[in-house]
């Protein structure tokens, strides 16, 4: 009876230490939220997600450019980044062990590696130079290289967890096998598919470095990809780096959005996982 009290005693001191420490763990993610909700709520209003940034030194000014610069790039870097990327994934997971396709997974480990102000200077003097002009465009093609082994993996991964045995079932039928791979393999997976290009879109969100490099950044409103355009980690690095404090509170706002907006998206990516989800 006492050995059974004491083990009982040793399993809640052991799940209270792994409860403990896990807390540990989320306390830096609270304490930034926390952090930014408190300095950010205050600047949140219709006109700060409606109106154009003031000029230097004036009060007032919002980031509705910004907004729209975030979805444009985002938009065309998930356009340019998801159909290799898929492709990517697919032959990854059916030929994964051809020498080939050991190259091409290390490369993309490799370029996942690469920091995004190395990307922004490739992408600069592959476009922005032989151009001759900052754009949208060119910070979308940064965004899509970041973003294309994030999703090449989750892809290559999703496959691979999915049944062998649908796929014989599929062949057994008379299917041929490009229906049987864009038919049944992907809708199958579905669920981590969008996982993976909700992790890519996470990637390159709020990431500065390379467009400072080719989009640029603009105070006025643009829908032109081919101009430079304004985004949401552009103004925070601008307003935050201003003398303007001012401008420092606009900056905790447009942080405070863009948390948001990526939390939107994966509750997004969660709904639609769920309706495309296949019971195995």
Do not use: C
């Not at 000029?55 to 938009?75: K, S």
């Not at 390159?204 to 409103?221: D, H, R």
């Not at 003398?243 to 998206?265: K, N, T």
């Amino acid at each position: 009876m006492k050995g059974t009290k004491r083990r009982i005693l040793q399993d809640r001191i052991f799940q209270g230490t792994v409860l403990f420490f896990a807390m540990i763990a989320l306390a830096p993610l609270f304490l930034i939220l926390f952090t930014i909700l408190r300095k950010g709520i205050s600047s949140l209003s219709l006109t700060f997600l409606t109106t154009l940034p003031a000029p230097p030194g004036e009060e007032g000014g919002g980031i509705v450019n910004a907004l729209a610069g975030t979805g444009i790039m985002v938009a065309l870097a998930t356009a340019f980044s998801l159909p290799p990327a898929v492709l990517a994934g697919i032959y990854l997971a059916e030929e994964r062990e051809r020498p080939l396709a050991k190259m091409v997974r290390g490369g993309l480990e490799i370029l996942q590696g690469v920091p995004s102000i190395v990307v922004g200077i490739l992408i600069y003097l592959w476009v922005v130079k032989v151009t001759g002009f900052f754009s949208a465009l060119s910070g979308a093609l940064a965004l899509a290289m970041m973003m294309l082994p994030v999703i090449t993996k989750s892809v290559e991964e999703t496959l691979l967890l999915i049944p062998h045995s649908l796929k014989e079932a599929s062949l057994a039928l008379g299917v041929s096998y490009s229906r049987t791979i864009f038919k049944v393999l992907l809708p199958a997976g579905m669920a981590g598919i969008l996982n993976g290009i909700l992790l890519g879109v996470a990637r390159v969100a709020g990431e500065t470095a390379p467009l400072l490099f080719t989009a640029f950044g603009s105070p006025f409103m643009n829908l032109n990809p081919l101009k430079p355009m304004s985004s949401l980690p552009l103004i925070i690095f601008n307003y935050a780096s201003s003398p303007y404090p001012q401008w420092h509170d606009l900056a905790w706002g447009a942080s405070l959005i863009l948390i948001f907006l990526v939390f939107v998206l994966n509750v997004l990516a969660r709904l639609g996982a769920k309706k495309w989800r296949v019971k195995f």
